[in-house]
């Protein structure tokens, strides 16, 4: 990760910006919106621990020390799913499989809620996301 | 069935805080299919969209707007080794793939 970003610093003009949108798993729980009213229905099963956010903060952590890039602004915000079916939602987490999975029981319990709810109901998952700016220093430090 | 992601738009919040983006060459790091790149491509000179995802590249191709598809150029390359001469990009963005 330090190598590619000290590619991506090559390739920017000096003073550059480099944003860094990246999501923190684990997701948050499944919950059930409903118009105004939200429910938690469960958490999905971790598969593994995503390292990857760890050693991506260690990477940009680096990179910041080597005087490569400043630091100009850090945000966050969550990025929301929302599903009308159990199907439907996972179909979507079959991208996050080595992460994230949908166990049986939580399944059947969304599949009831949803019946439960009526047409206007969705679930929903939502991710931390970060967003870094960083700045191309002007010259390479020593 | 159907689903929906971000209507709240914070992502593209996020994006459009980013004055940078106007008028700038940008390199997009992990643009997949464009998800990302179309929300702020309109605003920038040129888009390189960078991806290893062969599949995902020519989706991009395929479903830039039309409005959009002299300003984005997809490239398949790993991030590791930028094909570009230094200092080619007034930007850069890395779309969930640090």
Redesign the interface.
């Known amino acids: ?1 330090v ?3 000290t ?2 610093w ?5 003073g ?8 923190y798993l684990p997701f948050g729980p499944l919950e059930l919106v409903e118009r105004e009213r939200v429910r938690a229905l469960g958490r999905l099963e971790e598969v593994q621990f995503d390292s990857d956010g760890a050693a ?1 903060d260690n ?2 952590s680096e990179v910041l020390r080597r005087g490569l890039f400043t630091l100009d602004h850090a ?1 966050s ?9 159990v ?3 996972r179909e ?1 987490l079959r991208d996050w499989e080595d992460y994230a999975r949908l166990p049986k029981r939580l399944a059947g319990e969304a599949r009831k809620a949803l019946r439960a709810a009526g047409p206007r109901a ?1 679930l929903r998952l939502q991710t931390y ?1 970060v ?1 870094n ?1 960083l700045r191309k220093r002007g010259a390479a430090p020593g | ?8 738009g ?2 593209p ?3 459009a ?2 004055p ?2 106007n008028g700038a060459r940008v ?1 997009e ?1 992990g643009a997949g299919d464009g998800r ?1 790149t179309w929300q702020y491509a309109a605003r920038s000179l040129a888009v390189v969209g960078l991806d290893p995802d062969g599949e995902a590249l020519a989706y991009l191709l395929e479903e830039t707007p039309p409005r959009l598809r002299r300003r984005v150029c997809p490239v398949r390359a790993a ?4 094909p ?15």
Do not use: K
Not at chain 1, 17 to 23: A, E, H, M, S, Y
Not at chain 1, 77 to 85: E, P, Q, T
């Open positions: 990760m190598h590619a970003l590619e991506v090559r390739a920017l003009a000096p550059a910006v480099l944003l860094d949108i990246r999501p991506a990477a940009v945000d915000f969550y990025y929301s799913g929302y599903w009308d079916s199907g439907e939602l979507y969705w996301v967003v700016r | 069935m159907t689903s929906s992601f971000d209507p709240e914070f992502e919040a996020a994006l805080a980013v940078e983006l390199l790091i990302m991030s590791e080794y930028l570009f001469p230094s200092e080619r990009f007034d930007a850069a963005l890395l779309a969930w793939s640090l």
